[in-house]
Each structure stands twice: as structure tokens, then as C-alpha cells.
């Protein structure tokens, strides 16, 4: 081979495998687990039902006041110490104006934190989510339970209800995962479009104008609630899970608690 050949040759080696490597860290770019602040789920899970529903029926007589200050003011203090905070925001002065008097620097950063929390992650504001079932449905909270005898956890919240029941999206999405597995029989797993992954399990049947890819909206519908995967011998019921962005199974029970109140209204 002449030396303007061998040279052509180790530029288009040299060439080829810069772009191997430039593959190689825009896949591991797009793979990479993104970035979750610890504090976020811990918060927002932590938020029972009761306390949100709470502030929700505040905010309807009183709309002016942002449903999120009144749960981070609630959150942060008791009843009777929060009292005077809320009567400033009922009075119109700005969240940013409020008078804190003697609350510490540091507690006033925590009710801002969760306040960003919040306005970031609208689990909690109105309608932003759908309840999973269409139809009389019971559930409680469940998450952590031992399952196949300690062998697991439970990683989501079950809701009974008839064979049959019609299961929607919670959330605008797209699908991720369809059809049969082992545990979850016929399930179907939708990649919110806040990150989350949403698993719906158990199903008697997968809507068939469902497939991997597709965009789906809230409330819209996945199927029927059936007993199928590891859940034959129970009763028919549907197993939602919400695993986050890095990989961790949440508690469903404190959103869909109050997903379902504000489908009530």
C-alpha cells in the first residue's frame, strides 16, 4: 500500500472511531438517570390526604390564596401556629410579604422549599391528574406490605373493584411497556410526561388501540381491571405502581387518595 493510502487509511480509522465515541457518550447522555433532588418525594409523599384535602376545600373559599402556600404553610406548622400565616394570605398580602415574625431563617427556607416543591411537581393541583379507575373501586394503603411470604414488597397500591372496570391513564404519556409479564399479567407502562413511570397491572384486557409508542392523554382508557399474572387466586383488582426517575417505587396511596377527591367535586 503507497504512503498516501496508509495515511488516507489511519485518518478514516482515527475518524471512525471518534465517532464510536461520540455514540458512546450520547447514549450514555440520553441513559443516564436524571438528576432528582432527595427531598422532592419524601415531601410530597408525606403530604397525607386529609391535610391536602384540607387545604383544597380552603382554596375553594378562599381561591385567591394559591392551593400550594396554604400546604406549605400547613405542612411546616400546626393548626393553631399556622393560623396567623394564612389570615395574611385571606387578607391579601402576598406570600413573598408575609410577616413571619419570630419563625427562624431556617424554617422559613424549608416552607420556600416547599412552596418550589410544590409549584414544580402539580400532583396535588387541580385536575392535573386523573383517578385510575372509572367505577367502585376501594383501596388502601398497602405500599411496603410483604408479598410471597417476605420474599418482596408491595410496590404500589391495589384497587378492588368488578372485573371488567374500565382503568385510565393518570396522566398525559406515552407507552412504554404492553402486554404480558410473569407477576403483572397483562399490564400496561406509561412514561409520564413528568418522568415518572406509571404500571398498571392485572388487567383483564389492554385496550387495542394501544400500542408501544403511542402518545397517551389523561383519562384516557388502558382496559379493564381483571386478576391476571400473579394475582389469579385474588380478587379482581388493579395494581398501580409509580416508580420515579431514579428507579425508586413510590407510594401511590397519598396521590391517588386525593386524585379521586378532586374527580368528586
Same mark, same amino acid.
Given at each position: 500500500m503507497?504512503? +498516501?493510502?496508509?495515511?488516507?487509511m489511519k485518518r478514516l480509522i482515527v475518524q471512525f472511531g471518534f465517532l464510536i465515541l461520540l455514540a458512546i457518550i450520547a447514549w450514555q447522555g440520553l441513559h443516564r438517570t436524571p438528576t432528582l433532588q432527595s427531598d422532592v418525594y419524601p415531601y410530597l409523599t408525606s403530604l397525607s390526604p386529609a391535610l391536602v384535602k384540607q387545604c383544597i376545600d380552603e382554596h375553594k373559599i378562599s381561591p385567591t390564596i394559591a392551593l400550594e402556600e396554604l400546604l406549605a404553610i400547613r405542612s411546616t406548622f400546626s393548626e393553631r401556629e399556622a393560623q396567623p400565616f394564612i389570615e395574611q394570605l385571606k387578607n391579601k398580602v402576598t406570600f413573598t410579604k408575609v410577616n413571619w415574625g419570630? =419563625?427562624? #431563617? #431556617?424554617?422559613?427556607? /424549608? /416552607? #420556600? %422549599? %416547599?412552596?418550589? /416543591?410544590?409549584n414544580q411537581y402539580p400532583f396535588y393541583q387541580p385536575y392535573k391528574?386523573? $383517578? +385510575? =379507575?372509572?367505577?367502585?373501586?376501594? $383501596?388502601?394503603n398497602t405500599f411496603g406490605a410483604d408479598r410471597? *411470604? *417476605?420474599k418482596r414488597r408491595h410496590e404500589g397500591t391495589d384497587l378492588f373493584g368488578k372485573e371488567g372496570t374500565p382503568i385510565v391513564s393518570v396522566c398525559d404519556g406515552k407507552i412504554e411497556q404492553l402486554g404480558w409479564n410473569r407477576l403483572g399479567g397483562e399490564r400496561v407502562g406509561i412514561r409520564g410526561d413528568d418522568g415518572n413511570y406509571y404500571y398498571y397491572a392485572h388487567l383483564q384486557s389492554i385496550s387495542t388501540e394501544l400500542v408501544k409508542g403511542k402518545r397517551v392523554k389523561a383519562g384516557e382508557s388502558l382496559g379493564t381491571m381483571g386478576h391476571t399474572g400473579d394475582a389469579l387466586t385474588t380478587p379482581d383488582h388493579l395494581h398501580f405502581g409509580i416508580e420515579i426517575p431514579n428507579e425508586q417505587w413510590i407510594n401511590p396511596y397519598p396521590f391517588i387518595e386525593v386524585w379521586r377527591y378532586w374527580g368528586e367535586m
Open positions: 503507497k504512503k +498516501p493510502e496508509k495515511s488516507k419570630s =419563625v427562624t #431563617n #431556617n424554617t422559613q427556607e /424549608i /416552607i #420556600n %422549599r %416547599r412552596l418550589e /416543591i410544590l391528574y386523573q $383517578f +385510575p =379507575v372509572i367505577g367502585k373501586t376501594w $383501596f388502601d410471597e *411470604g *417476605g
